[in-house]
């Protein structure tokens, strides 16, 4: 078993360390040390949950769905110190699996019930959730629906408080943004010639075969640089991606959103940290109209950065999420 060797890989140079040294578990090790699952209260799943940091605890809330929580470890190794981060795999994501013929069954409700269950596990009165992407619409549903759990929202490359027009018509501008970016033909095909990949995708390896993909379809809809493309991970395809649990979870959300009420009837903070150049929602505008009424709203927008704005602005971003960490703490 992969995750056993590595285990015992990180034991084996644990035990080279002399006795009377204090060493610091680095990124890896924490994650590895803090493990534990937590069995979904119908029985059909064992949720992956894990910490990093130390400090006030803020729940994160992965992308997707179906998507799982380590793309996100490198934007938090700046805050290990100022919180403890509860990284956990949704339900029906690479490491919180479900039996294929439950799959179809997976909604958006369910993990809104997974999420109250891990807050009771924790004993936690009210949490601080950190979504990112799809988790931003997960812990707006949390909020809907347990208002009085929630400490304060952190939430990044989020979707827009209300979808004027229904989900159906913003989804279509979501993807016209996607099909803009990955058209960026030029910048693509300068960025594969210097990753040394054959001219003709017929002649690639398997590994190059994958790593074409990442370039062309992956990285695009997540950063700016392309240079970059190595550092986006997590999204798209692959072991990081359950796209029949994205399937099942996305046909069961209603046909339009509206939570502004809800965040303007709520003295709760909310921390918006947006992209200008995001898929989901450029420059978050309905995020900052809530904001300029006076709602308990900050948002800070990124420049010239996409869906992972910690690759593209790493120090706008470090500082965004710091003051963020700061004003839900606060509370």
Do not use: C
């Amino acid at each position: 078993m992969v995750y056993g060797r590595e285990m015992g890989m990180a034991l084996a140079l644990n035990a080279l360390v002399p006795a009377d040294e204090t060493v610091s578990p680095d990124v890896f090790s924490q994650l590895q040390q803090n493990a534990w699952y937590l069995p979904t209260k119908d029985g059909t799943a064992r949720l992956y949950v894990t910490e990093l940091g130390e400090g006030p605890p803020i729940v994160f809330l992965h992308g997707g769905p179906g998507n799982d929580f380590h793309y996100i470890v490198d934007a938090l190794r700046p805050h290990t110190d100022e919180a403890r981060f509860i990284l956990f795999d949704q339900r029906g994501s690479l490491m919180s699996p479900v039996p294929d013929a439950r799959v179809a069954d997976l909604t958006a409700e369910m993990l809104v019930d997974d999420l109250e269950h891990l807050r009771e596990a924790l004993g936690e009165e009210q949490m601080v959730l950190f979504g990112h992407s799809w988790g931003s619409l997960l812990a707006l549903l949390y909020f809907d629906k347990h208002p009085e759990n929630v400490a304060g929202l952190i939430l990044a490359a989020s979707f827009p408080p209300v979808t004027e027009g229904g989900v159906a018509k913003w989804m279509e501008g979501l993807r016209t943004r996607q099909a803009e970016l990955i058209g960026r033909k030029d910048e693509i095909a300068q960025t594969l010639r210097e990753a040394g990949l054959p001219e003709n995708p017929a002649d690639d390896t398997p590994k190059q075969s994958s790593l074409r993909w990442r370039i062309e379809g992956q990285a695009p809809i997540m950063i700016v640089d392309l240079a970059r493309w190595r550092e986006a991970t997590g999204a798209g395809g692959g072991v990081y991606y359950n796209l029949g649990a994205a399937g099942a979870v996305g046909s069961s959300l209603p046909a339009s959103f509206d939570f502004v009420d809800l965040i303007r009837s709520h003295n709760v903070p909310v921390a918006v940290i947006q992209g200008d150049r995001d898929y989901i929602g450029p420059g978050a505008p309905e995020w900052k109209e809530l904001s300029r009424e006076g709602a308990p709203v900050t948002v800070t927008v990124l420049p010239r950065s996409n869906h992972h704005a910690w690759i593209d602005d790493p120090e706008g971003f470090r500082d965004a999420l710091r003051e963020a960490i700061r004003t839900t703490r606060s509370r």
